[in-house]
């Protein structure tokens, strides 16, 4: 079966500090790839997709992600972190080739932006 | 726009008692409709998700079922609770055709007692 793995579960950075979160797939054909975003007490919100063309996918907040298909990843990065971008974020993919239109999630990595 | 909407917001319950957590989607037709769950460190296992009215497809074997009674209403139920059945449930949507990015709900925080 298909999944997701993030490798950080826990990831605490100084404000103006880069990020690069990890996800990486299982699966060899098409995939349409997500990073959502669960800031405290609000639900999960998308922040940025990948379904084809340009790999280098620029979403909200001036966060950004790469398809890298040969290494099977799609991380998250951001220049600089400020402290509101303290959430958990997911990485999700879907399977375009078997019609199952459902998010196959990862486990999520906690970021902590310390002020 | 579209909206959804998922209630309550919070439940406690008690082992044995019954449940029935209730999604409805505003604003589009058709939609395909998930229940998740969502565990700390877990990250969101899909339980459920249906493609139509009485469709119903279940990822795992559990204590839960779920229902589909109109096109942009989905229910979780069961007819006795676990401890087990504890946790943060989040319904979503997304579009029947097209991309598949989906929308979730404000999610329900289920607490067995």
């Known amino acids: 079966a298909q999944s997701v793995s993030q490798h950080n579960h826990h990831v605490i950075l100084s404000e103006a500090a880069s990020l690069e979160l990890g996800c990486n797939y299982s699966y060899g054909g098409t995939v349409n790839l997500f990073w959502y975003v669960q800031y405290p007490g609000q639900h999960l919100q998308l922040l940025l997709k990948?379904?084809?063309?340009?790999?280098l996918v620029k979403g909200i907040k001036g966060f950004e992600a790469e398809f890298i298909k040969s290494k099977f990843s799609f991380n998250l990065r951001k220049p600089s972190v400020q402290w509101s971008d303290t959430a958990e974020y997911f990485c999700a993919v879907t399977l375009m080739d078997t019609g199952r239109r459902a998010l196959t999630f990862g486990s999520g990595t906690r970021l902590q932006v310390q002020p | 726009s579209q909206t959804i909407h998922q209630w309550p917001a919070t439940l406690v319950q008690p082992v044995g008692s019954p449940l029935s957590l209730e999604c409805t989607v505003e604003?589009?037709?058709?939609?395909?409709l998930y229940w998740y769950r969502q565990a700390a460190g877990r990250g969101l296992q899909l339980l459920f998700y249906?493609?139509?009215?009485?469709?119903i497809s279940s990822e795992v074997p559990q204590n839960l079922s779920a229902s589909r009674p109109q096109d942009r209403q989905f229910i979780l139920s069961s007819k006795k609770l676990l401890l087990s059945d504890s946790g943060f449930y989040l319904c979503?949507?997304?579009?029947?055709?097209?991309?598949?990015?989906?929308?979730f709900g404000q999610g329900t925080r289920l607490t067995v007692v």
């Open positions: 249906s493609v139509g009215i009485g469709q």
């Open positions: 990948y379904f084809s063309g340009d790999p």
């Open positions: 979503a949507w997304s579009v029947r055709q097209g991309r598949t990015e989906a929308f």
């Open positions: 604003g589009t037709s058709n939609p395909n």
